[in-house]
Structure formats: C-alpha cells, structure tokens
C-alpha cells in the first residue's frame, strides 16, 4: 500500500499541473483537519500556547488554514521530486538575495526555521547556490524516504547527513565553503539544548546555531520559505551581526525571538503539528497529556 500511494503521487505529478495539485491539496486539507484528532490536539495546544490573546474560534481557523496549506505544499513537493529544474524555478521564487551575496564563498548558515515551504525552499536555493549540506532524518515509510533522499540529490552535489552523524562532517564542509540549510527548531530533547522563551514559554532549544558559528566563523543568514500573495518564496534575511555572543542562552534567545516575528506575520504557515513544548524544565508538568 505504501508503494502504491508513491505511485498514485506520482500519477498526480503527471497529470495535474501546478495549479491543480494546489487546489487539490487545499481541499484534501480540509477534510484531513477533521479526520487528524491526535495532531489536531497537538497544534491547538500549541497555538494555545503560543496565542493564548486569541479565541479559541480564532486558534482553530488558523490551524484549519494549516492543515490545507500543508497538504497542498505535500502535493506541490512532487513537482520537487519528479519535475526539472525549469519547473521547480517557475513553483518557488527567491527574494532578498542581496542580503546573501557578500557573503558568498565564505562560510555561511542558512537559518531556515520550520514553515511548511522548508523543502521546497531549500531545493530552490540548491538549483543557484550549490552544493549545500543540511541534515536529513529518515521517515518510516521507506519507499517515501527513498524518493525524498533522491530528489535532494538531483539537482547539485548536496550532502545530506544524519543528526546521528554528529557535527563533525557538518563542520568540515562549512568550513570547505558549503552553505549549510540549519533546520534548529524542533524539540530534540534536553541534550544540547537550554531552557529559553519561545512565546514566552520556556523551551527547549539547541544551541547548535551558535556553536556552529562560532566553530566555523560562519555568517548566519536566515531564510524562510513561504507563500507570498500566490507565489512561494524562499526569502533571504540581513546576515546577523555580533553573532554568535559568548553567551549561548542569549544567542537562543536571538534565535527564537527572530523565528517568533516570522510566525506572526502567516502563523498558518509554521509547522504546528510537532510537539515543540514537549521537553520540560525539571519539576515542571507536560502540555500533551
């Protein structure tokens, strides 16, 4: 059966154009938020969390818009797996390059935060500024996972590394040159990690980003891939300065602070559906139930 849905995926490829498989995923979106109960609870907490100012009504829109774009950026990532660079060009612009080019040829982090447009946005960067490197976790269906870790190869000599693989690979090709797409976000545990506000709730949050910069000299430059009127954009933002700090809590704190505005400007568009306040300071109960 798993086989079988990559095929249907790509007969989806083959036989929608753009415009159509958005659509599409926009109404399968729909139905997926009334059928999704566990993940459903999961983004509401989150949203409850991180909006506590809104309606309960209100929090529900937003994650209603969620799931479609969600689903509708799953159906466009076929264009990614299977389309050529021409196509691939036409679904996802860039913006903000200025902020970029000074930095080229040096070492450079992309700080790419979890909004729905991720992948594709790290593929678009790929057809003009590779080869990068960016971690890769393996998903449980495999045949998915095959063509996933393919169509990243495709277009470019990108590496692609376990977190299990640890920094070290991650380092050495930073400091050979290649940009590396830093995906920091997500709670990966206590391990690394210190308590700092996300939304004004303490969270756990990897200092990788810091210690990165710091190890390689590299410049951080942000970059959040979103829809933007119709059209997605991976959008390029000023490199940081005075970063990294010989603090790494105040430096998580840059980090959050910076990928809470983002939020706020399409909060449908971050990734609710993970359990990002999993993790809790000692003592302190969890939000999951």
Excluded at 45 to 65: G, H, Q, W
Excluded at 118 to 126: A, K
Excluded at 151 to 172: A, E, N, T
């Amino acid at each position: 059966m798993r086989r079988l849905g990559i095929v249907f995926l790509w007969l989806l490829w083959r036989l929608l154009p753009a415009a159509a498989l958005g659509w599409l995923g926009d109404r399968v979106g729909r139905m997926l938020y009334t059928l999704a109960g566990t993940r459903r609870r999961i983004g509401l907490t989150n949203l409850r969390l991180c909006f506590p100012e809104l309606s309960e009504v209100e929090r529900e829109a937003i994650l209603l818009r969620h799931f479609r774009m969600l689903v509708r950026i799953t159906l466009l990532e076929t264009i990614v797996w299977w389309g050529s660079r021409e196509d691939l060009a036409a679904l996802c612009g860039m913006a903000g390059e200025e902020h970029l080019r000074p930095h080229l040829g040096k070492p450079i982090i992309f700080l790419a935060p979890h909004f729905l447009g991720l992948d594709l946005g790290g593929m678009r960067i790929n057809l003009d500024y590779a080869p990068m490197v960016t971690f890769y976790q393996h998903i449980k269906n495999p045949h998915l996972d095959r063509v996933i870790l393919q169509s990243r190869s495709r277009f470019g000599d990108g590496l692609l590394y376990s977190r299990d693989d640890g920094l070290k690979p991650v380092i050495r090709a930073v400091k050979q040159g290649r940009p590396f797409y830093y995906l920091p976000d997500m709670d990966l545990g206590a391990k690394d990690a210190v308590f700092v506000p996300f939304f004004g709730v303490p969270t756990a949050t990897v200092t990788g980003l810091s210690r990165l910069a710091y190890i390689t000299g590299a410049k951080v430059v942000p970059c959040v891939c979103r829809i933007e009127g119709k059209t997605w954009v991976a959008r390029f933002y000023p490199a940081w300065e005075n970063y990294p700090t010989d603090d790494v809590e105040a430096d998580a704190r840059r980090m959050n602070a910076f990928i809470e505005d983002r939020i706020r400007e399409t909060p449908e568009q971050y990734f609710w559906l993970h359990k990002r306040f999993k993790t809790r300071p000692p003592g302190e109960p969890g939000f999951y139930g």
